[in-house]
């Protein structure tokens, strides 16, 4: 592939205005303007507007924003752990490009993003919350992909389950009685062979800063009571993929 790189807005507009592309990948935070300005401005001159654009960015969007780039945008992928292989896959499909044409490793790739349900299979999680009926509903949930789920009341049960069996994930109820999900994180963290362990916090309360505290104690990532079983599937995807 012939790669052109700008790192300016202006500096896009130009090359776009000079030359034919097959796709474009665009950071939304740039120097002089921002993404959405480049995406107007491109929206006006008939050539650039030809040409697919990926948004590849780094912070989360507000939902006015989704709706704003989904009229010009053809992808958006937020910037994460699995992100690279996300925008490979994306990007093949805009270029037209065969997979089988690609090499091993990155054939590979891809064909694990598309087999999700076997990527799932036998991974152990732990859930950890205080209402049986949440956990048992999300339990069924996950056992139907092919998880082992283990179950724990509270904080303090599971340290103790932890102690006893290593898990690939933990699933963590921030409002709970004995020991907070809080708390029970940091005494997670604090153990050297869970630093690496992927804790997904889930809470009720879906309050500003509630993510920022969920991240502070520890946790990875965040999802907001009643859980979204896409949403969750494809946090599970990214955080338990090797």
Same mark, same amino acid.
């Given at each position: 592939? =012939?790669?052109?790189?700008a790192?300016r807005?202006? +500096? ?6 000079t030359?034919n ?15 959405f300005?480049? !995406? ?6 008939m050539?650039?507007s ?6 590849? +960015?780094?912070?989360?969007? +507000? ?11 053809d ?7 699995? %992100? ?5 896959d994306e990007?093949?499909?805009f270029l ?5 044409d690609?090499?091993?490793?990155? =054939?590979? @790739?891809?064909?694990q993003l598309?087999?999700k349900?076997e990527? !799932?299979?036998?991974k ?15 339990a069924?949930?996950? %056992?139907d992909?092919?998880l082992?789920?283990?179950i724990?009341q509270n ?5 103790d389950?932890? /102690?006893?069996?290593?898990?690939d994930?933990?699933?963590m109820?921030i ?6 999900g809080?708390? @029970? @994180? ?5 153990q050297q062979?869970?630093? @690496?362990?992927?804790?997904? /916090? ?14 502070a %104690? ?5 999802? %907001?009571k ?5 949403r ?11």
């Open positions: 592939m =012939q790669i052109s790189e790192d807005g202006q +500096t896009a507009l130009d090359l776009l205005k030359q592309f097959d796709c474009m990948i665009l950071d939304l935070s740039l120097p002089d303007m921002s993404g300005e480049v !995406l107007n401005r491109m929206n006006g001159h050539a650039a030809k040409c697919p654009v990926i948004v590849y +960015t780094g912070r989360e969007l +507000t939902p006015e924003e989704n709706l704003e780039l989904m009229k010009y945008a992808s958006v992928i937020v910037k994460g752990v699995k %992100s690279p292989e996300r925008l490979l990007t093949a499909l037209h490009r065969v997979v089988a690609m090499p091993e490793d990155k =054939q590979q @790739t891809i064909r598309y087999n349900d990527l !799932l299979k036998n152990k999680v732990l859930i950890v919350d205080d209402d049986m009926r949440n956990s048992f509903a999300l069924k949930l996950l %056992s992909k092919g082992i789920v283990r724990a904080g303090r049960k599971a340290l389950l932890l /102690a006893e069996e290593p898990v994930l933990v699933l109820d409002m709970m009685p004995v020991m907070d809080y708390e @029970t @994180t940091r005494h997670i963290r604090a062979q869970f630093k @690496t362990l992927p804790i997904l /916090a889930l809470t009720a309360k879906a309050m500003k800063g509630d993510r920022e505290l969920c991240l %104690s520890g946790a990875n990532d965040y999802l %907001s009643p859980i979204d079983a896409d969750l599937f494809s946090l599970l995807q990214v955080w338990l993929y090797q």
